[in-house]
């Protein structure tokens, strides 16, 4: 049985005159919302999904449309794939919430998208380690990867936590593809005394998100197609710094100005991996060609907080 609430405790907003009070009543309806924070997003909702209904004058048909879409969103966000996020993130939405919430100078290191694959659950590794762990193919590039941490101010950062993930040159992260040992291309590594930190890996090569569901789709409507510029994750952290959320880019990659979910938020974040062949790699098994990668990490004041994973990997 439910329970009538009092009259005097009923919030009469009304009934529309014209079809254009709705939106206004609705505000109306809402603004006894206690949470201020949660009133406002709210309000501004009700107030940009209304306008778009009537800009676009969404017919029934297109409204049917829209509500399967958002279904077919949480059906598709199961296990190791959230299609929520890639979807956030092929709209720019993800990007643009990222933009409005850097709290970085100009003069730092750009921050960059999480991404759907970030598990948190990576070992951490003694500097050095390869985290290429799948058996070496022939046309792997060896990539040695050297950093330093350092505050705004440039004094190095110890004992900072650098966490780096990445997909294979097939384009697939480890938790996509079974065949691939756990933790393949990913791994946790800690600063020196003096900021620095370095680790070993494969070149990544580009890739298409996945297309399976509903982003496929929009995609295919839109004739975008499907690629990431290729690219290493990172987080930075350090106690009392603002972890730093980044991603990395060759910036010869075909797709750097078309990446598909806008994640080359800044062209600093597209730099050089030179190649070498001289013979002289940091590792001796390593007798071909081989890339390097110099990176220098700064963080702001602030918490540190290592994000949550978005899959349930
Ligand atoms: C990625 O970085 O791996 C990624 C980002 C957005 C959508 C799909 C994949
Ligand atoms: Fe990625």
Redesign the pocket.
Known sequence: MFELPKKEDIFNHGIPSTPDDITEIVIKAMGQTGNPRLREILTALVKHLHAFGREVKLNDEEFTQALDAVTRLGHLSVGKHNET??MS??LGFSTLVMILNQNRDADQMSPA?L???YTRKDPEYPNGFNIARDTPKESDIPLFVRGRVQDKHGKPLANALVEVWH?SPEGL?DNQDETMPANNLRGKFRTDGDGQFHFRTIRPASYP??THGLVGDMLRAQGRHPF?AA?L?FTVSADDHATLVT?IFPQDDLFVESDC?F?VTSADLAIDFPMHDDGKAPDDDVTGAYCTLDLTFDLSPGESRLPQSPINA
């Open positions: 996020v890639v993130d092929a998208l991404g759907p694959f997909a992260y998100i996945p990431r690219h994750h991603q979910v994640g």
